[in-house]
């Protein structure tokens, strides 16, 4: 992790299924100073406040303050792993010898923001809907692949749940973790969860003016006493990138959306403002390609050889991160990565060679046999959304399809409508990112490639993936389970599934009276509950 007057790494995680009892504790509360209001800015309209329905970063930074999990990853470490979550909800957790019964022993006298009491029917209730066992209640619901071996929540009592597994599945924990897995009130209707959320967390929603702000309050009456320290956070929605970086240098905000900063970016920031805390780390959001195999000529898996070939990931790797992302396949590399292919065997994959020249020679021969030329280029439209981590790669995409016989121009998609045109199909090719919370394959892989998840964007489905996908899954032992991913990768890249371009790695930036703050270096998504953080200045 590149850190500008911030803090150093924490040691690696690791994997384990082991239970745990703690106690649920913060940072010191000596020199915390309460009061004062939190100022951030959103990049874009959030498609609704529904943590469970969106697959965004613009509703869970603004939103997860909102709730509490049964679990989570610790936001005081700066890894997420096994070895880093920490009770919240749950106050204690065991599994049984077969690994297939997860036990919760929830913590008493919770209530939700509205007064009611929280109980194990809520737990039940949230989970029954990701599964499937109530359909009705989500109108999108983009991870419910990750409980697909979840056969049943059952109650112990009102403060005892079991999740019940059909296999074994050591990620149900860390997946359970992510702040993309929030508890949800049975009593309150999916109407009002996507435009006034209902949570136990340490902020109370208090006002989203589409396009323009969100406003949280401090939820006086929180579990966890003593906590938070500020009084309210609120977030602006600044589409401009400009606009908002100048913003930040003026003090306007105290702190930049998670990636806005590219690093030519936070060389100006810190020159402007040299007393703020720049943050450069993996962002565990890779940008890939995705193609309609359900629209001619790109059902053709050799059409789509060649739009893979003309990828010369370094240009993307110069161009938008000052030579710091990472070429890899779909699992984050190594060293913050757990699970990425070694880069001997990731050289070996079609189109990861590094000669570009010869890449895209072979790319233009592919469109020649097909008929196409320099006269009789293919014509395509690149969709991409309204967000600047889309649109600059998808630039240089659409000049490296142009330059092996593709006709390719750029349609630019309202960043609020995006996710529900790719879950429709809606688009021939498309520049996407793939964020996913955790790093581990059952989100990653299974998210994207299972044959009946909803992320699965290109309806891509193939039996011998299947088959590993649910291998791998039930596979606890690191060292076992790793060939098995790789296996898959080789699979996906042969097939040109999803190409992987890169691994970015961006800056995310706060100022010095912002205390209390850990940036964590492999999710983008899972500490933004801002209970720990306090404010050092005058009000």
């Known amino acids: 992790m590149a850190l500008l007057r911030g803090c150093a790494l924490g040691r690696a995680a690791t994997l384990g299924l082991a239970g745990c009892l703690a106690v649920v504790g913060g940072l010191p509360a000596s020199a915390q100073k ?17 943590i469970h329905e ?48 997860l036990t919760f022993k929830l913590h008493p006298g919770v209530t939700w923001h509205d007064g009611k009491p929280f109980t194990g029917k809520d737990v039940q209730c949230t989970w029954h809907r990701l599964n499937g066992i109530d359909p009705e209640y989500f109108r999108r619901n983009p991870r419910k692949i990750w409980y697909e071996n979840l056969k049943e929540v059952t109650l112990n009592g009102e403060d005892e749940v079991t999740f019940h597994l059909t296999k074994p599945q050591p990620s149900l924990l860390p997946m359970l973790a992510s702040g993309l897995s929030p508890v949800f009130p049975c009593h309150i209707s999916d109407r009002d969860m996507r435009t006034k959320p209902i949570g136990t967390g340490p902020f109370k929603f208090a006002e989203f003016k589409s396009h323009a702000s969100i406003k949280l309050t401090r939820n006086t009456e929180y579990w966890k006493k003593g906590l938070p320290y500020v009084d309210a956070i609120e977030w602006r929605i600044v589409t401009s990138r400009s606009t908002r970086v100048l913003a930040f240098v003026a ?39 995705l193609v309609n195999r359900d629209r001619a000529p790109f059902d053709k898996l050799e059409l789509r050889r060649a739009l893979s070939l003309s990828l010369d990931r370094q240009a993307y790797i110069d161009i938008i991160s000052g030579g710091k992302a990472s070429i ?9 990565g757990l699970w990425g292919m070694p880069q001997d065997m990731l050289a070996k994959l079609p189109g990861y060679s590094g000669d570009v020249a010869r890449q895209q020679a072979d790319a233009k021969k592919i469109m020649e046999a097909l008929g196409y030329g320099p006269t009789n280029r293919l014509k395509v439209k690149v969709s991409t959304r309204d967000f600047a981590t889309y649109r600059d790669p998808a630039v240089i995409f659409v000049d490296q399809l142009n330059k092996v016989h ?15 045109r790719l879950t429709k199909k809606d688009y021939t090719v498309a520049l996407n990112t793939s964020g996913v919370g955790i790093d581990d394959p059952d989100a990653v892989l299974k998210g994207a490639y299972a044959c009946n998840s909803e992320a699965n964007y290109t309806h891509y489905c193939n039996p011998q993936v299947e088959a590993l996908l649910d291998q791998q899954s039930q596979e606890a032992n690191l060292d076992k389970r790793k060939p098995i991913v790789w296996q898959i990768e080789r699979i996906l890249a042969e097939d040109v599934a999803r190409p992987i371009i890169y691994h970015n790695r961006a800056s995310t930036c706060w100022h010095a009276h912002l205390k209390g703050y850990v940036h964590h270096q492999n999710s983008i998504y899972n500490n933004w509950r801002f209970e720990h953080i306090w404010l050092d200045k005058e009000r």
Request: charged share 15%; glycine share 6%.
């Open 406 to 420: 593709f006709d390719a121009e750029l349609e630019v998609i309202e960043s609020s409508i995006w996710h529900n």
């Open 54 to 101: 969106e697959s965004t970063i613009a509703t869970n930074m603004p939103f997860m303050a909102v709730f509490n999990n049964l679990v989570r990853f610790d936001a005081t470490k700066p890894r997420n792993g096994f070895d880093t979550i920490v009770p919240e909800l749950a106050d204690s957790w065991a599994w049984d010898a077969s690994g297939t019964k």
């Open 251 to 289: 003090g306007e905000f105290d702190m930049t959306f998670v990636g806005d900063i590219t690093v030519p970016l936070m060389k100006d920031v810190l020159g402007q403002a040299p007393s703020a805390t720049c943050s450069l780390v993996p962002t565990n959001v890779p940008v890939n390609i």
């Open 328 to 336: 890899a396949g779909n699992m984050m590399p190594p060293p913050e």
């Open 34 to 50: 309460a009061g004062g209001t939190l100022r951030i800015y959103n990049t874009s309209q959030p498609p609704s406040a529904s």
